[in-house]
Each structure stands twice: as structure tokens, then as C-alpha cells.
């Protein structure tokens, strides 16, 4: 089993997984135009989870969001895995979204008439998997979380941290290239927040994949290869770890 690094070090040579060059973005508010990203670089290596951390309203959500494709930045620019995604029309960043990119987001976003089971077989389905088998895939995910006595129950039948794990499980079913999570352990106890690491780990990281995590969580630090520091919503500095 990976154990959690201890000490930072220097970085280790890894290919691009995430590149982003002077990212804007700006909301209106009333009559004012807030900047909530005054030009933004950052990078995440393959193979690594990069940890976004900072107070609340710092941008960072918003700077998750615009790297998975969820909203469209004013200026700059984001490769993923060595695609413009802002180049991309709508049905394109889609499609392209569909195939690469898994998400955890606090909003849980479950359908409420589809069990747990159901629920965490989405991606699979839509990929062009058969339902049973979709299922099956699912079932096995949901059990390693400790899920396998709940996968029936519908998400008004489970509690706010069995609906996390459906979450989890329904971004990591389809092993997708860029694993974006938003605060994935809020909702979650110690144990169950670090079974679900350890899981991101072994299912959502390989040398052709990276995650992209937010997170107030510092019991989940340690699990981090690179944490990067927001204020403002600017890149303050990271640290870097390697695991051993």
C-alpha cells in the first residue's frame, strides 16, 4: 500500500498533465465586474495530485472549473494533456470532457431516482458499456468504499458521506486522464477520507493521468505530491513532495 510522503524534495521529471498560462476571469456583480483571476499560471505534472489550497473565495473553484472545461475563461490559456480545451466548440470540449476528465465536486449531483449503483455506473454507461456490466464495474468500486451493503438505496436513503463515495466512485469508474475534485473529504470521516485517497491513488493515477484536487481537508495533505497556494486569486508557491 502507498504510504503518504513525508518530507518535500525536489521534483521529479514528469510530462505536462495540466498547463495553464495567464488565465483570467471575472464576474459581474450588480453594476461592478469582480476579477476573481487576475492571470493565473499554473502547472500539474502526469502522474501526480496536484492539491489547490487557500481561504474560501481565493478562486480556486473557479480555476478548477475553468481547467475541467465547466467555464470558459476570459483571456489565457489551458492544455490538458496537450489539448486547447478554450479551442474546442461546445460539442467538442463535451465529447472531449466525456472521455478525460472524471469529477467530485461538494454538490454531489447524483439523480435522484437512480440508485447508488446506478448512479456510480453513469460514465461507463454513456461510454457505450452494457448496464449489467456497467453495474458490475460499480458494485466493486462501491464495496471498496464501503459501500457494498448500500448499493440499492437511492441518494435520499443515503447519508452526506455515502453520497461523497457514489461521487468518488462515478468519477473513477471510467479511469479518466484528469481527475478534478473539489473538496472530495468534506463530507467524509478520517478513515473513510483516507480509504478514499488511497483509492484515488491506485485508480486515478498512473504516468498518463493526473488529479487537480481543492481542498480545506490538511488531514488529506499528506496524500499531496504538489500543494499549490492561492490568495487573491494568484498562485502564491507550492511545495513538492515525491512518493518514496
Known sequence: ???????????????????????????????ARVVVLPGVDLDALAGEITFIVGPSGCGKTTLLSIIAGILRADAGEVEVFGTRIGALNPMGLAQFRARNVGFIFQQFNLLPALTAVENAAIPVIIGGAAAAAAERKAAKLLDRL???????????????????????????????????????????????????????????????????????????????????????????????????
Open 146 to 244: 464501503g459501500l457494498g451493503a448500500h448499493l440499492d438505496k437511492l441518494p435520499a436513503q443515503l447519508s452526506g458521506g455515502q453520497q461523497q463515495r457514489v461521487a468518488i466512485a462515478r468519477a473513477l469508474i471510467h479511469s479518466p486522464r484528469l481527475l478534478v475534485c473539489d473538496e472530495p473529504t468534506a463530507s467524509l470521516d478520517g478513515a473513510t477520507g483516507a480509504a478514499a485517497m488511497t483509492l484515488l491513488r491506485e485508480l486515478a493515477l498512473s504516468p498518463e493521468r493526473a488529479a487537480l484536487i481543492v481542498t480545506h481537508d490538511e488531514r488529506i495533505h499528506p496524500y499531496a505530491d504538489r500543494i499549490v497556494h492561492m490568495c487573491d486569486g494568484r498562485i502564491q508557491h507550492p511545495e513538492i513532495a515525491t512518493r518514496s
Open 1 to 31: 500500500m502507498w504510504t503518504p510522503p513525508l518530507s518535500f524534495v525536489e521534483p521529479h521529471a514528469a510530462a505536462h498533465a495540466v498547463r495553464v498560462r495567464g488565465v483570467e476571469k471575472s464576474f459581474v456583480d450588480g453594476e
